[in-house]
């Protein structure tokens, strides 16, 4: 068979997708497995040993008459026998239309393995992509697993005893941060019980960065400097990771490492917080009201 897997993003959701594409590609030994996904995933997903096709979703705009009838063709031209949408969107749901309504598991109307449950949106991600894939057959979904991703990060010359910090996350919503100055304090934290505090972030984090390392100079600043893989390699190796609610913290976890998420009232980790035996979810409705010494009580080293 040929069978099609979207996932379009945003980068928590991807990797909290990494399970149900395992529990696929058990369930379709054998079978052709491609992903669609947008552009900041197609190197992640290429690596992946889940997929043997990436194709790219470059999510024409409503009027973009060209860049619809390009989807359509590729999408078409693929035969997909079977698809699974762990995106769930109006847009990937639309696709059920566009691709001439092949077996579908998904929420499109008219959809052939359709998921009925009344109780989806107020489901956790992973709880409620598990129950899709229960409805078309799939029983066993394991958790997300980015071993596979994992980069040597030797070169970046770090001793041995890491607290990983994560500052950022989306530009427009600074309601889900929590003040930078707390993670520099958070930092010394960690250098007095002789941990070295690594701040990661991308290129637009680099601000947050500076300022963590000019407050502790003990600190790493690797803000720009790490790829995905490079996360996960960090993950593998890190005594702790803290940080808000943001994409690299759910591929730290997904990586192992031991982890403090921080969340604010924009968001509700019910729904999406990174899963594991060793993740605390700390809350309050605005961040500004959590303390460092109630994030330090969490760390995972004395």
């Known amino acids: 068979m040929r069978i099609l897997v ?32 947008t552009a900041p995933f197609a190197e992640l997903a290429r690596a992946a040993p889940y997929f ?33 949408d762990l995106q769930t969107s109006d847009r990937s749901s639309f696709y059920h239309l566009l691709m001439g309504r092949p077996d579908w598991s998904g929420i499109a109307r008219g959809a052939s393995l359709r998921h009925v449950n009344s109780e989806r949106d107020r489901m956790h991600t992973i709880d409620r992509q598990a129950d899709q894939l229960r409805m078309a057959g799939i029983s066993e979904v394991p958790p997300p697993d980015l071993s596979w991703a994992a980069r040597d ?52 984090e680099k601000h947050l960065g500076r300022f963590i390392a000019e407050r502790c100079a003990a600190a790493r600043d690797l803000t720009g400097r790490t790829g995905l893989g490079e996360l996960v390699g960090l993950g593998q190796r890190a005594l702790h990771a803290v940080g808000n609610d943001t994409g690299p913290m759910h591929v730290l976890v997904a990586a192992g490492a031991p982890a403090t998420v921080l969340y604010s009232a924009a968001s509700d980790p019910t729904l999406t917080a990174p899963r594991g035996a060793r993740v605390r979810i700390l809350r309050r409705a605005a961040l500004g009201e959590l303390g460092v010494e109630e994030v330090a009580a969490t760390l995972a080293f004395g």
């Open 52 to 84: 043997d096709r990436v194709l790219i979703d470059e999510r024409p705009r409503l009027f973009d008459l060209g860049g619809w009838w390009r989807l359509a063709r590729l999408l078409r031209q693929g035969g997909f026998e079977r698809v699974y």
């Open 6 to 37: 979207i996932k379009l993003g945003a980068l928590g959701d991807f990797v909290q997708a990494m399970g149900p594409a395992s529990a696929i590609r058990r369930h379709h030994r054998g079978d052709e497995i491609t992903l669609l996904t």
């Open 153 to 204: 990060v030797a070169a970046l010359d770090l001793p041995e005893r890491l607290l990983l910090l994560v500052p950022g996350g989306s530009a427009h919503r600074p309601q889900k941060r929590w003040p930078v100055e707390r993670f520099a304090a958070l930092a010394g934290v960690a250098v007095r019980r002789g941990v070295t505090p690594v701040v990661l972030g991308g290129a637009q």
